[in-house]
């Protein structure tokens, strides 16, 4: 054992180990595994899950600090990340700066261009005022030469007027000329003197139409100078106005041009300012924006190095992050050579197990019938030390044997009858501990698990001890009587066959007082009244009605037994200041399936707490007490009786006469064992 459970022995030696044992007791034994081996092969087994569970646990934590790290790196990263956001953010806002002061750059150039064309554009409409000066002028010298040429055109017309008057002077002369011519040829044209006068009349006409006419004319010519002086008046006025305004614009635009020279000249100058401390501005800026680049360059230089000592961090990191990864690879693969190593092996114990499963169905079979050669009904005696204040010489007791032998002597009789030999099972001597006591029914509880009916109870007089074997004067283990002792080996072999059977465990408790039977588990106590079942329900139940609650552990049961033993019927007697007054029964009733073959088995343990068998007159009963003794007295014999024609194997078993051998019927018959 001691080898096998070494600390250092490897999983390999373990099964080697488990593999010889099975071997050495398959070659030797035919097959027949022993008690103590299951129980080894069992042990190592549990050392096997035990160190898989821990290497599970290991590599499970293995894992955990992988992810802390890769959580570790993936929080720098995300800094990082978040730095180098930062210092881009910063190095946006002096770019915007950058911009917006690029931006002023260019509005300021912009306005010297605009303030440029306005200067252009002013000297451009001073040449277009001199321009307009010069054609003035022009107009004013065309005006000049027009009015010359009036001048002149009068002069003409004067001419003109004069020639006209000669021509009149010449016709006054020709006219002259005719009237002597006339006058000479008076006579000679009479004839002729009327187409003379006719003529004289007509040329007369004509004289006066070329007199109309010529008058027409000098009018013409008179209204024609007149309007010709008028015009060279208008225009001599038009002109002197032309020059007054000439004169006037000229001014105007001198003291336009001078004003807008001066404006200018402001312009310029504030331009130039403007200029000029735009150029500041620009040179300040330029000398923050260099200062500030500076700054950046400087801010650039310290997160470059930043940056390239976190990147030979990371690289670090990463180096570090591999060497893990390939720790872990190697790690994993030597775990996975392990595992696949286990994973044969597991198999090997599958198989193993296979056997086993099949070894310990015999070993079942075998151990129960061992149990049945023991006896199915197995009388045990216990020895009650004396109470304090009981005399210790009064002792009846001779002899305990080792084989169950008892000789009780009565100092009464004499003689051959003054002492009885008496033979059980077992005799446990007023020196026996709880658990002597325990161990010999001990392995009926296993028997219960494969399917078999146990029925434990302690039949006594009052007094004698009953419910202190049973139930235990206390609830320290050391103290714990046969009821817990029992039902925490149930539980602890059920949990140690989990993976071979699946087990549900359900628990009634009753009671038979005066050939009644009552539910101490139900709330409703006094008005419950049971009935019994005479065969037994598929479910295993005799009392179906009984409350049947499912428990999982010891501590489940004792509660349940707690509220079952406050419900209980007691009353005091002369022999026992707190006696049981009625029979109570506690029924834990186990389903098993197999998880394999899925097969059912059902086994119930009948923990039983006879009430005191005392002679009815040395308890000092009457009335009630006096019933209630006799009830009990009653069932005592009928379940003595069905336990003698069961032990004699007799034919009739009168099961009927009490209500106590009918509850525990199924556990007082084949398969089963009663203590
Ligand atoms: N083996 C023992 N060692 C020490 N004291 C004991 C032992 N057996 C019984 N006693 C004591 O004897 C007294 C009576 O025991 P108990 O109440 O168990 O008797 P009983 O048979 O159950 O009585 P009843 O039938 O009236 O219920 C108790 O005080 C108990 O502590």
Known sequence: MQVIFSQNASTQSLLTVINGILDESIERKKGEIPHRVVYLLRKVVQEIERRLCIQAEHIRNQNTIIKTREEKYLSKIKALQVLVNGTNEENQMTVNLLQVVKEEKSQIEERQKLSEQNVVRLIKEKENAENMIASLKEEMEVMEKRNRLHEKNVVQLIEEKESDENMISSLKEKMEEMNSLHEQNVGRLIKEKEDGQNMISRLKEEMEEMNRLHDQNAHQLIKEKEDGQNMISSLKEEMEEMNRLHKQQLDQFEIKTKQMEEKLATKVKEFELHVLRSNMKIEEVETTYQQKSQLWNKKENIFHNYMNSQQLYVKGLNISSRSIKSDMYAFQMKWRD?????????????????????????????????????????????????????????????????????????????????????????????????????????????????????????????????????????????????????????????????????????????????????????????????????????????????????????????????????????????????????????????????????????????LVDLAGSERVERSEATGDRLKEAQHINKSLSALGDVIFALAQKNAHVPYRNSKLTQVLQSSLGNRLFTC
């Not at 419950?528 to 329900?537: A, E, H, M, P, V």
């Not at 037994?561 to 022999?575: D, F, K, Q």
């Open 338 to 606: 392990e595992m696949s190593n286990l994973g044969s092996n597991l198999k090997c114990l599958v198989d193993a197990a296979d056997n086993y499963h099949k070894v310990l169905a015999e070993n079942q079979k075998l151990f129960n019938e061992v149990q049945e050669l023991r006896g199915n009904i197995r009388v045990y005696c216990r020895v009650r030390p004396f109470l304090p204040g009981q005399d210790k010489q009064s002792t009846t007791i001779d002899y305990i044997g080792e084989s169950g032998e008892l000789l009780i002597s009565n100092p009464l009789k004499q003689g051959k009858d003054g002492q009885r030999m008496f033979k059980f099972n077992k005799v446990f001597s007023s020196f026996a501990s709880q658990a002597d006591v325990f161990s010999d029914t001990q392995p009926l509880i296993r028997s219960v698990l494969d399917g078999f009916n146990v029925c434990i109870f302690a039949y006594g007089q009052t007094g004698s001890g009953k419910t202190y074997t049973m139930s235990g004067p206390s609830t320290s283990k050391k103290d714990w009587g046969v009821n817990y002792r029992a039902l925490n080996d149930l539980f602890d072999i059920s949990l140690n066959r989990r993976n071979i059977f699946s087990y549900e465990v359900g628990v009634q408790m009753v009671e038979i007082y005066n050939e009644q039977v009552r539910d101490l588990l139900s709330n409703k106590v006094a008005q419950k009244r049971l009935g019994i079942w005479s065969t037994s329900q598929p479910n295993g139940l005799v009392l179906p009605d009984a409350s049947l609650y499912p428990v999982k552990s010891t501590s489940d049961v004792l509660d349940l037994m707690e509220i079952g033993l406050a419900n209980r019927a007691v009353g005091a007697t002369a022999l026992n200041e707190r006696s049981s007054r009625s029979h109570s029964i506690l029924t834990v009733h186990v389903r098993g399936v197999d998880v394999k073959t899925g097969s059912i088995s059902r086994g119930c343990l009948h």
